[in-house]
């Protein structure tokens, strides 16, 4: 893990977002939700503002019953380096990637992970071809894995 890394905040917190990027969900909002099984991030919550963390659903070991829709949509850590898909500056992955872009700080690997942000919205046309308009019990799986992606999948 990467203990010496700083970077500046560059625009304002939660604006100026690239136009192909826009995100439904907040980091805060979506640690209140329950995201990652309530492991993520767990330590380095002083990197970011206190009252993201008033109401996370966090825990000190991954509990997929922490989600917001009770079930376990995320591959190891592991999978994602083994795969390339982690920067040295985020060695968290995507949502440490994007707690810090909303924050403010804009950088070298911006464009990618706002590429793989748009690559979900597959997922969210499945669920739209798929299901009834607001059956959040209509794959649970897909719905958990949008909102690790600020994806609002409540409201499909």
Request: hydrophobic residues 30%; positive net charge.
């Amino acid at each position: 893990m990467q203990r010496n890394y700083s970077y500046t905040l560059v625009e304002p917190m939660g604006q100026n977002f690239h136009p192909d990027f826009q995100p439904e969900l907040t980091p805060r909002e979506m640690l209140e939700l329950g995201v990652f099984g309530g492991r993520y991030m767990t330590d380095c919550t002083n990197e970011f503002p206190d009252d993201w963390f008033e109401n996370a659903r966090l825990a000190a070991r991954r509990d997929p019953d922490l989600n917001h829709f009770g079930v376990n949509a995320s591959q190891p850590l592991a999978v994602w380096r083994k795969r390339g898909w982690i920067h040295p500056h985020d060695p968290r992955g995507w949502f440490q990637w994007y707690c810090r872009y909303y924050m403010g700080r804009r950088g070298p690997d911006d464009s990618r992970q706002i590429r793989r942000w748009r690559g979900m919205r597959r997922h969210v046309t499945q669920i739209e071809r798929n299901c009834a308009q607001g059956d959040v019990g209509c794959r649970p799986r897909q719905r958990q894995a949008l909102l690790h992606w600020a994806y609002d999948s409540r409201k499909i």
